[in-house]
């Protein structure tokens, strides 16, 4: 086969211990705050993998210069806000980028035009757009209105007071917060009630605050940061990535295995760490240790009913692992997640079905019938382009023969050693 197929082979029980690769939210986000910081940064742990050499390559475009360790990347802010770019930047498939980039593009001087992928054109970038451009912005839309590609005439970010609707993407309010110190004076930033996938909106808040980034929250959804701020120079350690740990911890309870994976703690500020907590209401038993959590597997796998708006990109692994729980489960929350790499609640359905399950895609959710029974792959998974699908997927082949994955190769966008780590799973 080649490098676009995988095909899994099933095991008895998975026994392993994982060292997890660095948190693909966190590098994004340390990344750019270094880029504003007023001296280098020492980045240890960071993932290298597709969308954050994407992200690492844009802040070297505007003049950052980064020497990349074995474990670690020391960043060394430009001398200027900013050079510029010479020629577009492209961004590949990484929304996390476009979205957050847009800000940090603005906080600076120059002319930069941003695109990407045809899937990230498709992905919209609107609400991040309107409220830059309340704060000076000039930002003009190269064809379609409200999506990629763009040009940003920057001028610098000034004072004032937006309102950043988050309720398709916490990302749009998270680049706005990390570039506002950069403003000529104080940001107030407001969203609106419902955020998707809130908890990257924390993290966000308390990596600033890490950082030496002073702000007032003026209740749940408002904030006021004083500008002009540098973020502290640091030696910053990003935690192991709970999104790549989510399929490790879903072989443990597909396969009634154990699981060891590090380094990761229970005070994460990783959202997807709450992926646990499902687990254990499946059945699963929840370990927590000095460097790391071990999660056992269950005998029997209880279905779910489950609001899943705050850790939308668990879905997928959560998904497959309601195929093999005894009942049907229920997914819902979660309409964004149509705008994600791939449409996720269309691909992941399709996935099911593929495999012999019985699923149904709802406006906002998924409903998954559980049971093994008449389970037969009548074909590969196709994985869409989309790291996420082809990881998770992989975990259906654990328990089921002829589970062929088509766009394997999708994992370097976030889990270059993706295969590598899950080929090698001790089994008993």
């Known amino acids: 086969m080649t490098s676009k197929f995988r095909s899994i082979q099933p095991v008895s029980k998975v026994i392993s211990q994982i060292r997890l690769p660095g948190s693909k939210s966190i590098t994004h986000r340390a990344l750019m705050m270094a880029a504003l910081s007023d001296g280098p940064w020492e980045i240890a742990n960071p993932l290298r993998a597709e969308d954050t050499l994407l992200t690492a390559r844009a802040i070297e475009a505007l003049g950052a210069c980064l020497d990349w360790g074995e474990d670690r990347?020391?960043?060394?802010?430009?001398?200027?806000?900013?050079?510029?770019?010479q020629g577009p930047v492209f961004l590949g498939n990484s929304g996390t980028s476009a979205r957050l980039l847009l800000a940090l593009f603005s906080a600076?001087?120059?002319?930069?035009?941003?695109?990407g992928s045809p899937r990230l054109r498709d992905r919209p970038v609107g609400p991040a757009v309107e409220a830059l451009r309340k704060l000076g912005a000039e930002i003009s839309w190269r064809q379609k209105a409200g999506y990629l590609p763009v040009e940003i005439n920057s001028r610098g970010l000034g004072a004032g007071e937006v309102f950043v609707d988050a309720c398709e993407s916490s990302q749009f309010l998270s680049g706005i917060l990390i570039a506002a110190p950069a403003a000529s004076g104080t940001v107030t930033v407001k969203w609106s009630e419902q955020v998707a996938s809130r908890p990257y909106l924390d993290m966000t808040i308390g990596m600033m605050k890490e950082a030496g980034i002073?702000?007032?929250?003026?209740?749940?959804?408002?904030?006021?940061?004083?500008?002009?701020?540098?973020?502290?120079?640091?030696t910053f350690t990003v935690e192991g990535d709970c999104s790549s740990a989510s399929y490790f911890w879903g072989a443990a309870a597909l396969t009634g295995g154990e699981v060891f994976t590090s380094p990761v703690s229970s005070s994460s500020l990783q959202g997807d760490c709450r992926f646990l907590q499902v687990l254990e209401k499946m059945g699963c038993r929840i370990f927590w240790e000095r460097d790391g959590v071990r999660v056992c597997g269950p005998e029997r796998l209880l279905p779910i009913d489950i609001d899943m708006n705050e850790m939308p990109d668990m879905v997928p692994t959560l998904a497959v692992v309601c195929a093999f729980a005894d009942g049907v489960s229920h997914i819902g929350n979660v309409a964004h997640l149509r705008i994600k790499e791939s449409d996720r609640l269309y691909t992941v359905a399709a996935g099911l079905k593929v495999l012999g399950f019985e699923a149904r895609e709802l406006p906002d959710g998924l409903m998954v019938h559980g049971g093994v029974g008449a389970a037969r792959p009548t074909g590969p998974v196709f994985a869409f382009d989309d790291h996420r699908i082809a990881m998770a997927f992989a975990l259906a082949g654990l328990r089921l023969e002829g589970v062929v994955i088509e766009g394997a190769e999708s994992v370097s966008k976030s889990f270059p050693t993706f295969w590598d780590i899950f080929e090698s799973l001790g089994v008993q």
């Open 214 to 234: 002073s702000f007032e929250r003026l209740g749940l959804n408002s904030i006021r940061i004083p500008g002009p701020q540098a973020y502290a120079p640091c």
């Open 108 to 115: 600076g001087r120059g002319r930069f035009v941003m695109d």
């Open 73 to 85: 990347v020391r960043v060394t802010p430009p001398a200027r806000r900013w050079e510029g770019a």
